[in-house]
């Protein structure tokens, strides 16, 4: 999973839930370092902010969809912008924070399996 969040205490709190998880996390603090690492770890999840410095979250999430190796990644928009804004980007929104249930309820609904 990778997590492309600017506020480094929501990233680090995230991060730290979800490896506690088990899950395995690559974070990044802006749109661009979270596109590369996207790119190069070709996770099994997304959770993105909106905005981020330098190349905001609509156009890192664009070119996640856009990219064929890549447009199957399930992002989860993350962002305290406001729903709308943040729908335009995904189908998949949630208001910062992210309840753990939620990113449970999130995994099962896009895996099929609440498995790691």
């Known amino acids: ?4 969040e600017n506020n480094a205490v929501f990233r680090k709190a995230l ?6 998880a ?9 749109g661009l370092e979270g596109l590369n690492k996207v790119r190069r770890e070709v996770p099994d999840l997304v959770i993105l902010d909106i905005m ?12 996640i969809k856009f990219d064929r190796k890549l447009s ?3 992002v989860i928009v993350s962002s305290a912008i406001g729903k709308n804004a943040a729908m335009a980007a ?9 309840p ?3 990113i449970k309820t999130g995994k099962t609904m ?4 609440t498995a790691r």
């Open 90 to 98: 995904t189908a998949s929104f949630e208001c910062v924070p992210i």
């Open 52 to 63: 981020l410095p330098g190349l905001d979250g609509h156009k890192v999430c664009r070119m």
């Open 15 to 20: 991060k730290t839930r979800l490896e506690a």
């Open 110 to 113: 896009i895996f099929g399996t």
């Open 72 to 74: 199957r990644i399930p």
């Open 1 to 4: 999973m990778v997590i492309i």
């Open 22 to 30: 088990e899950f395995t996390i690559f974070d990044a603090e802006n």
């Open 100 to 102: 753990r249930n939620r």
